[in-house]
Structure formats: structure tokens, C-alpha cells
């Protein structure tokens, strides 16, 4: 029986869980491919590659290359660049594409919230008085704080910020999600937080950063996203396994 070839573009939670329940299936032949901006990333249960592409062009010939037959895009609702390549590549080769997407957090009673457009525009949000700051976006980008130097900045990141902000009042913490209500809470009590950064990425894992802040009635600077690349997409990873059954032809499926 011939195998279908599944590319998997992940780097979130989701990506993981769909590799998981994949793996189970003696029909499919699974890679997943993480970009490499982690420096220890999670362990997966499938084979892995490591690093980019090398555009929209060199996706496409990998894809065709390894006689891929699906191609998922299930990376973070923020890697506008690799979805943009993806739904590019799929195009250029003919291949079946998904997107698996998060649904967007929404604002819900008690939240204060102020939309913008990148993480510049959060922080002149925050205005010329100093604030408390939990920027909460993760280290790349974390350095253009460096033009408000009169806020005290909470960074927090999976790896290291390097090299570390030109910033006299910053404090890092290290840690990967998911996180609890209950520590969020007391993060932002420890450090007398009066304002939150953050993307608006979905989810559950950083959602109680949100949560958070509504009970302790914290502004959030929330970072919209950017319209996704035109593809097929669903936004659980139970949509995403009908949608890979409906893809699979009954011929594949039968070896013929």
C-alpha cells in the first residue's frame, strides 16, 4: 500500500497534537518541520527537519522532491511569512494544502483592551508616563521597547533575549506554555504589572494571561493579526483530521 506523505509546518501546540494522532495511522508517512528559532524545542512524535525552506521555491521543490501528497500549514498564527510560502508553494505544485488556525481570542466583559498593528505601535500605546509592562510577544521583536526607556519592561520568552535590551529597567523570565490563572496572576501581582503586551495568537496555552488581566483589571495591548493566506483551513485539530481523511483519495487509501 502506497503511503500518503504529509508535510507538516508546525512550531504550536496544534502542530504536535495533529502529529500525534497521525502517527497512529499506518497509511500516512509523516515529517513535521519546525523552524528552528527554539533553541530546545519540544519533543515530537514524528520525524523532524530542522530550518527553512529557503523561500516559497525551495518548499515547492521540497514538496515535490519527496513526493509529498498533503501539505499542512499548522504553524503559529504569527509566521505570516511561512503561510504566505505555503499557500504559494501549494499553488505553484498542485499539491492539497491546509491551514490549521487558532480562532482570534475576542474581547470579553472587564477586558480593557487596545488594538494595534505590530509590536512598535504597542509600545507608543503605552504613552510617555512610565508603566509597568509585561511584554508578553515572545524575544524577537522584544527589542523595540529600547525607544521607550521610561517604562519597567517584564520579558518573557522561551529562549534568551541576545543580546539582552539596552534598557536600564527590564527583567527576563524564561518559561513555555501553557501557563495557569493562578500564575499569570501572581507574576503580575510580584511584579506590579500595569500593562500587557501581547499578540493576539489564539488559543489556549496564553490565555490566562488575558484572563489575568480582566481579574486584575490590566490594560492589554493586543497585536492583530494579519488577514491569512487564501487556504482551505479549519481551526481545531479534529477539523483538520476529517479535512486530511476527506483529502486522501479512496484510491491512495486502498493502495491502488
Known sequence: MEKTRILILGGTSEARR????????????ILLSLAGRTQAPAQQPVPVRIGGF???????????????????????????????????????????????VRPEWVPEPGDHWHSVADIPAAIAALGPVPRRVFLATGRQGAHHAEVAPQHFYLVRSVDPVD???????????????????????????????????????????????????????????????????????????????????????????RGV
Open 163 to 253: 543580546p539582552p535590551l539596552a534598557l536600564a529597567d527590564v527583567d527576563y523570565v524564561l518559561d513555555r506554555g501553557p501557563f495557569t490563572l493562578e500564575s499569570e496572576i501572581d507574576l503580575m501581582r510580584k511584579y506590579r504589572i500595569d500593562a500587557v503586551i501581547t499578540k493576539n495568537s489564539g488559543g489556549t496555552a496564553a490565555y490566562a494571561k488575558i484572563e489575568a488581566a480582566r481579574l486584575l483589571g490590566i490594560k492589554v495591548v493586543v497585536i492583530a493579526r494579519t488577514p491569512a493566506a487564501i487556504m482551505t483551513s479549519v481551526e481545531t485539530v479534529e477539523a483538520a483530521l476529517e479535512a486530511i481523511d476527506h483529502f486522501v483519495s479512496p484510491a491512495m487509501k
Open 54 to 100: 529557503g523561500g516559497a521555491e525551495g518548499l515547492a521543490s521540497f514538496l515535490t522532491g519527496g513526493g509529498y501528497h498533503l501539505l499542512v500549514d499548522a504553524t503559529h498564527p504569527f509566521a505570516e511569512r511561512i503561510s504566505a510560502n505555503a499557500a504559494i508553494a501549494a499553488e505553484r505544485t498542485g499539491i492539497d494544502a491546509l491551514a490549521l
Open 18 to 29: 495533529l502529529a500525534e494522532e497521525l502517527a497512529t495511522r499506518e497509511d500516512f508517512d
